[in-house]
């Protein structure tokens, strides 16, 4: 597949995805590609670890390809999405869950999907252009891919704020926030994938790791704890309405462009993951109550109109200029029967 180059050097299985002409965003063919590979790598004793990686300098990977998930759902075919997204997090449990370390090379943006396949392996490696983000509220999704399990886990309120803001980080703040583990300046990745081919181990990667560039969450922390607290999200807007620092402004202004719906549901969906038997796959069967239901009832085929089709960067949100009411959180995130997502050797 073009899209995407998988092979076996040395000691490590090697995928690299290699659109960047498309910011290497990922296709379902792709996710099913790096599927199959993991799960034929997990039995070979010959391959002692992973490593992904991706061309080009802008971006690891982007997010997902929604042009086709648009084109599915616009005519009320909501089931290609479904299944797109029901594989999709398959794959994600299997990488967290991974019996083999997982390494992986973060330059430029990952989002979305992106965070999806990058960044819940054992060994996650930022550089100076490295910038991470969930921006789903925008275009009428949540905070997916297993996310919203690093966004629970997350320290104070980050997570709140990361979810529903889409604010992006930098190598520090992905580090502080639990996105990344190593920061290492990008003129040495190549030398150090190779160090973890010949020798399939991972030891290199802590000698090589560097204090990176200060972030601004460290500095913003207390403030966030104080305005993203609240219970729901009529909550965290009075708070930030009623804060007058230049947080608490900016803050408004990128929730200002984003879903109601999606953010009130992001809210709740941490507030009820945050518990001492939080698991990936707790997190990611609650998000696909979500975008189970995205199409059909959420923001999503209008927030994809105004972002990618029309690009008039102005969506006509469901609850736009009011709050939303609990019953509308509740339909979206209640149960799915029979269709409940499910993982292997369950």
């Not at 498309?22 to 296709?27: Q, V």
């Not at 999405?81 to 299997?94: S, V």
């Not at 083999?100 to 992106?114: A, D, I, R």
Request: hydrophobic share 40%; proline share 4%.
């Amino acid at each position: 597949m073009s899209d995407i180059y998988i092979r076996t050097t040395g000691r490590a299985g090697r995928i690299t995805l290699t659109r960047p002409k498309a910011l290497n965003a990922l296709s379902y063919d792709m996710c099913m590609a790096i599927d199959t590979a993991l799960r034929n790598w997990r039995e070979d004793d010959a391959v002692d670890l992973i490593i992904l990686d991706a061309e080009g300098e802008k971006a690891f990977c982007a997010g997902g390809d929604i042009a086709q998930l648009y084109d599915t759902g616009i005519k009320g075919d909501y089931e290609y999405g479904r299944t797109f997204w029901r594989d999709e997090y398959r794959l994600n449990a299997l990488i967290f869950e991974y019996p083999k370390p997982v390494v992986s090379f973060l330059q430029g943006f990952t989002m979305g999907g992106g965070v999806g396949i990058g960044c819940h392996g054992s060994d996650r490696i930022v550089g100076e252009s490295s910038q991470i983000a969930l921006p789903e509220c925008s275009i009428g999704l949540v905070p997916d891919v297993g996310s919203t399990l690093m966004l629970a886990l997350a320290p104070g309120r980050l997570g709140e704020y990361l979810g529903i803001t889409g604010q992006r980080m930098g190598p520090a703040d992905a580090i502080l926030a639990g996105f990344a583990d190593h920061y290492i300046p990008i003129e040495h990745w190549q030398d150090l994938i190779e160090m973890l081919e010949a020798s399939g181990s991972t030891d290199s990667l802590e000698t090589h790791s560097e204090t990176p560039p200060e972030g601004d969450l460290t500095t913003l922390q207390s403030q966030i704890d104080a305005d993203f607290g609240g219970e729901t999200l009529g909550d965290i807007l009075n708070s930030l309405q009623n804060s007058d620092n230049d947080n608490a402004a900016a803050a408004l202004k990128l929730i200002g462009r984003n879903s109601p719906l999606s953010m009130a549901c992001t809210v709740e969906i941490l507030h009820r993951l945050r518990s001492p038997t939080l698991t990936m796959r707790k997190a990611l069967e609650m998000e696909y109550r979500f975008t189970y239901r995205a199409m059909e009832h959420g923001d999503f085929l209008e927030g994809i109109r105004a972002q990618i089709i029309d690009k008039d960067r102005n969506p006509s949100w469901q609850h736009q200029g009011q709050g939303v009411p609990a019953v509308a959180v509740s339909n979206m995130l209640q149960p799915l029967g029979a269709d409940t997502l499910t993982f292997e050797e369950e």
